[in-house]
């Protein structure tokens, strides 16, 4: 039986052709879905669709919310029909979801075009990760998980770039139809990336009778656990994501220059946090690394939104404060490799789509709760409970199994725990 790609004892090219797939898909997903943020804080977006703030806060939120369906949908496709061909569908969706958009003439229009767009962006994330999961060896599983997750920087970067610089030059319209251009990649991807080998060597693959096995009894208290963690964790994520440009430009009255420095220097702090928490969920495990980057997201916001008088007493510790609010997004760098090594390779995919998805789309409240709490009391008094989920989801971890190396071959690498026993 030929070597699987996993049991090689170092990276090869074909593992980096994998990455760079799965990152480039990664980049424009979540530069899809972040982009409307900032074209709302820097173009007559709303205006032009005659749209208040309520309503494009249920416009947002719905974004969130239909990566859920995308997620659990293209996840059980995948563990069915192979990664590859998924990576490929769900890019062609949410590229046309963004190009729709610029094509929106209000409000209804508007809620179809971000929901095509949460379709693909929720699959796209769960197949990638678990091709990237299944294919690398376990010993390198945790950075390369987290470099597959610094695309959401590259992917955050990108959107800030285009909607504060490119939105109000070329407007609104023009900046989603241009972003629908990363369709093209899927013919790079058909070209050059080969199909996971774990899931081709299993003889059953996925299905509804398979997405079932993830509440029974050997899996259900994982499936929860997991969920509950990355709820939290997505709860403090898009309250910030969400309304941190705006509280920036509305409340503290920052320029749109100053606002977009800011977030260059956050940007360039999640780039660290993700390579920095990927050797340290190789060596000292999943649980640790993300536990210490939650704690810094929840230091940075608190310092940011309640401390604003403090951090803002010298331009440098404000930007300081900005960086470990994105050093605090390595926290993510250990959840795709913990979810990989949580779930078979029957429901891997379905897992992963359906836990990260399901806890992006129970966010479709964030930003309407976040307008409700602004309007009745400030902005900095709605974001801050963005650093309590973070601490949440830093304590709630632990209840998981450490899976630190596991392999993905083995019987015993599914959730029931006894997989951490195991080294590779």
């Not at 392999?407 to 725990?417: C, D, I, M, Q």
Request: proline fraction near 5%.
């Amino acid at each position: 039986m030929p070597q699987l790609l996993c049991e090689s004892p170092k990276p090869l090219a074909v593992h980096r052709t994998i990455l760079a797939c799965a990152w480039l898909g990664w980049i424009f997903d979540f530069y899809d879905l972040t982009l409307i943020t900032f074209l709302v804080a820097s173009t007559p977006l709303t205006r032009d669709l005659g749209l208040s703030r309520p309503d494009m806060a249920v416009v947002l939120g719905a974004s969130l919310g239909f990566t859920a369906f995308g997620g659990l949908i293209c996840g059980m496709l995948a563990d069915r029909y192979g990664r590859k061909p998924l990576l490929m569908g769900t890019i062609l969706v949410y590229s046309l979801g963004t190009c729709i958009s610029g094509l929106a003439t209000g409000w209804w229009s508007l809620m179809l075009a971000r929901a095509i767009t949460g379709l693909g962006v929720g699959g796209e994330w769960a197949v990638a990760h678990a091709l990237v999961g299944e294919t690398v060896p376990p010993r390198m599983r945790g950075r390369y998980g987290s470099y597959l997750q610094t695309g959401a920087t590259f992917g955050l970067f990108l959107a800030t770039l285009v909607g504060n610089y490119a939105g109000p030059r070329i407007g609104w319209r023009w900046c989603f139809l241009l972003s629908a251009l990363p369709a093209l990649l899927v013919v790079f991807i058909r070209r050059s990336m080969p199909e996971s080998d774990i899931w081709q060597s299993r003889p059953r693959r996925g299905g509804l009778m398979e997405m079932t096995a993830l509440f029974g009894p050997r899996l259900r208290k994982a499936t929860l656990l997991a969920f509950s963690v990355t709820v939290c964790a997505m709860a403090a994520y898009w309250i910030k994501t969400i309304w941190l440009p705006t509280y920036f430009r509305e409340t503290r009255g920052l320029s749109l220059d100053a606002s977009s420095r800011l977030f260059f220097v956050g940007q360039l702090g999640s780039l660290t946090g993700y390579i920095l928490s990927g050797f340290a969920s190789d060596r000292f495990g999943r649980r640790p690394a993300y536990s210490i980057f939650a704690a810094c997201k929840a230091l940075g916001m608190l310092m940011i939104t309640v401390g604003w008088a403090l951090a803002s007493v010298h331009p440098l510790l404000l930007f300081g404060c900005m960086f470990l609010v994105g050093v605090g997004e390595g926290n993510w760098g250990a959840v795709g490799p913990l979810l990989n090594e949580l779930f078979p390779t029957e429901v891997r995919a379905a897992a992963l789509g359906m836990i990260y998805n399901f806890a992006r789309g129970a966010q479709f409240v964030a930003p309407i709760m976040i307008a409700q709490v602004a309007a009745r009391y400030s902005f900095a008094e709605a974001l801050a409970p963005a650093a309590l989920f973070a601490l949440l989801s830093g304590a709630l971890v632990w209840a998981l199994p450490e899976t630190k190396g596991v392999s993905l071959t083995s019987p015993r690498a599914v959730a029931a725990g006894a997989a951490s026993e195991q080294r590779s």
